[in-house]
C-alpha cells in the first residue's frame, strides 16, 4: 500500500464554519506534511510532524491547526478561513529522518474553497 | 518551445521527441532532490530522485542531471507520450530534515 488517503476530496465552508482535513497513510511513515497549492503555483509547506510532533511551522497563521493522533493519521483543523485560502490541501508523508532522504509520497488533495 | 510569463512556463513537444525540463533550485545546501509529475485534479507523483554525490541518474524513460555547481536540476524524457501531459514540479531538501521546497514547476504539452 503507497497510497495516501485525503478527505473530503472538496470542501466549501463558510468564514464562519470549523472544518476538518484528513489525511491517512499505512506505509508506516513516521514524518506527515501538509502542503497548500494555489492554482498554477508549486505546494507551498505548511507544517511537518515527525514521530507525531510537531516539528515544522512555517509561520502558518493559527486559523489552520493541525493535530497528528497517531502515526498514520493527520488533521488539519480550519476555523474562521478567509477567501483567498481557497485552494488545494495536500497531505504527504515520508519514511522519516533516520532514513534520510526517501521522498514524499502525495494525497490526491482537498480542493477547499472558502465563500 | 519555452514560454515564461503570467502563467506556468510551458514546454510543447510532438509525442516521440525527447524532452528536458529544467530547474534551478535555490538553497547551496540541499542535497537531495525529487522530480514529481502533477496531473490536473491530483495530488504530485514520484518520478525519479538523485542525491548530491551523484550527477545522474536514470529511471525508466527518465533521466535526472544535477549541476551542484550553478544549482540546475534537469529531467529528460525519452520518446514522450501524451500521458507525459502534465505539471513538472522540482523539489529539494536537505538529508537529514524533513522539508521539501519546491521550485516553480513547468507545464508539459505533448502534442500527438
Known amino acids: 500500500d503507497t497510497e495516501v488517503t485525503q478527505t473530503p476530496k472538496h470542501l466549501v465552508m463558510g468564514m464562519t464554519n470549523k472544518k476538518s482535513l484528513k489525511c491517512e497513510q499505512h506505509?508506516?511513515?513516521?514524518?506527515m506534511y501538509w502542503y497548500k497549492q494555489k492554482a498554477k503555483k508549486p505546494p507551498e509547506l505548511m507544517f511537518v510532524?515527525?514521530?507525531?510532533?510537531?516539528?515544522i511551522n512555517e509561520s502558518v497563521p493559527s486559523r489552520f491547526s493541525p493535530e497528528c493522533p497517531n502515526s498514520s493519521l493527520l488533521n488539519l483543523h480550519l476555523h474562521a478561513l478567509q477567501p483567498e485560502d481557497s485552494a488545494l490541501y495536500l497531505c504527504?508523508?515520508?519514511?522519516?529522518?533516520?532514513?534520510?532522504?526517501?521522498?514524499?509520497?502525495f494525497g490526491q488533495g482537498t480542493r477547499l474553497t472558502v465563500v | 518551445g519555452e514560454s515564461v510569463g503570467l502563467h506556468l512556463p510551458t514546454l510543447s513537444v510532438q509525442e516521440g521527441d525527447n524532452s528536458i525540463i529544467n530547474c534551478a533550485y535555490s538553497?547551496?545546501?540541499?542535497?537531495?532532490f525529487i522530480w514529481y509529475k502533477q496531473e490536473s485534479g491530483k495530488g504530485p507523483q514520484f518520478i525519479i530522485d538523485i542525491r548530491s554525490n551523484m550527477d545522474k541518474r536514470q529511471g525508466q524513460r527518465v533521466t535526472v542531471l544535477l549541476n551542484k555547481t550553478v544549482k540546475h536540476l534537469s529531467l529528460q524524457i525519452a520518446a514522450t507520450q501524451p500521458g507525459d501531459s502534465a505539471v513538472y514540479f522540482c523539489a529539494e531538501s536537505l538529508y537529514n530534515f524533513n522539508k521539501f521546497y519546491f521550485g516553480s514547476g513547468t507545464k508539459l504539452n505533448v502534442k500527438p
Open positions: 504527504a508523508s515520508s519514511q522519516g529522518i533516520e532514513v534520510g532522504g526517501s521522498e514524499a509520497f
Open positions: 510532524y515527525s514521530y507525531e510532533k510537531l516539528s
Open positions: 538553497n547551496s545546501a540541499s542535497d537531495y
Open positions: 506505509m508506516g511513515h513516521r514524518a
